[in-house]
């Protein structure tokens, strides 16, 4: 008797084929959040648009591709827009993904994502897409369900105010140039890229610490949030005031507010290479729960 676990060639050939692609439209949307309900640290960031907007391309910036398997069940996702993110896609889906971003073509700024498929994927797209600006490998996955055990909350943080959006550009400009390693005002001026920081601002995500001369000191964003978890990013001490500890210290005060008002766990991940930042991190009370990969255009 043949185990019914054991699938013949033949058959294998059959289901594979029956496994396909598409675009996702909004009557997909149920299923689309089963699969990033699945693990809410590492697909907040898809999550967040989706949950926010659902899967009208228009509103959601971008496509959001299924992976259909063999038995015709949606099993993963890929989030197609000015980044692009592999969402719990298994080797045929990432597979499956490069054929249909090869016939595409490359509109992304960006491929961010688990460890293990954004590198699968780009093993499979280098040669169409590349060369890469940068490739950073392994990126931690951190997270943490609980406050600081050994970091009081610096008591000068707090909530960016709507009259201070201006105040905090500059601050938000030298982050982003430092971190990705380009101007986010290259291209439209920064028209964007002040939409969004006036949007976490106004949304109450965006947090600081002002000096007495109204500078920026230190700032982060709690930039992806869902009923599951939220995500810090934009992480930034003003240079003159690093190596005082006021990246813990502030790290604790958003951490705080995160877990008591907008999420039961709070995640970030960040560059294998500074490890300045992962020891504070660390200090703080985050702890690897796995690796994101990146790849800059």
């Known amino acids: ?10 058959a294998f050939q059959a289901a ?34 989706v949950e926010a907007v659902g899967l009208d391309p228009w509103r959601l910036g971008g496509e959001m591709w ?44 960006s491929i961010v994502g688990p460890a293990e498929a954004t590198a699968s994927f780009w093993a499979l797209m280098g040669r169409s897409w590349g060369p890469a600006r940068e490739v950073r490998g392994h990126q931690p996955l951190l997270a943490t369900s609980v406050p600081s055990p050994e970091i009081a909350p610096d008591p000068l943080v707090r909530r960016v105010r709507r009259d201070e959006v201006d105040a905090m550009m500059p601050a ?27 949007e976490l601002v106004t949304t109450g995500r965006s947090f600081a610490r002002f000096g007495e001369d109204g500078q920026v000191v230190f700032k982060a964003e709690i930039g992806a949030v869902t009923a599951g ?58 702890r690897e729960v796995g690796a994101f990969m990146s790849v800059l255009f």
Do not use: K
């Open 66 to 109: 299924g992976w259909y398997d063999g038995d015709g069940v949606l099993d993963a996702l890929c989030y197609a827009g000015a980044n692009l993110v592999l969402v719990s896609a298994c080797t045929a889906a990432v597979t499956a993904f490069a054929e249909r971003a090869r016939r595409q073509g490359r509109r992304c700024s």
């Open 172 to 198: 938000c400009v030298a982050m982003f140039t430092e971190e990705v390693g380009v101007s986010p005002l290259a291209g439209d001026g920064g028209l964007l890229y002040q939409a969004r920081v006036a």
């Open 229 to 286: 978890a939220c995500q810090i990013q934009g992480v930034w001490v003003a240079p003159e005031h690093r190596g005082r500890g006021l990246s813990e210290t502030g790290m604790a005060a958003v951490l705080e507010v995160a877990l008591r008002e907008v999420a039961p766990v709070v995640s970030l991940y960040v560059n294998d290479f500074n490890l300045r930042a992962r020891a504070a991190y660390r200090r703080v009370g985050f």
């Open 16 to 49: 594979r084929a029956l496994a396909t692609t598409r675009v996702l439209e909004p009557a997909d949307l149920a299923d689309a959040l089963e699969i990033l309900h699945r693990d809410p640290v590492a697909n907040a960031f898809v999550a967040t648009r």
């Open 1 to 10: 008797m043949l185990d019914r676990g054991v699938m013949l060639p033949g």
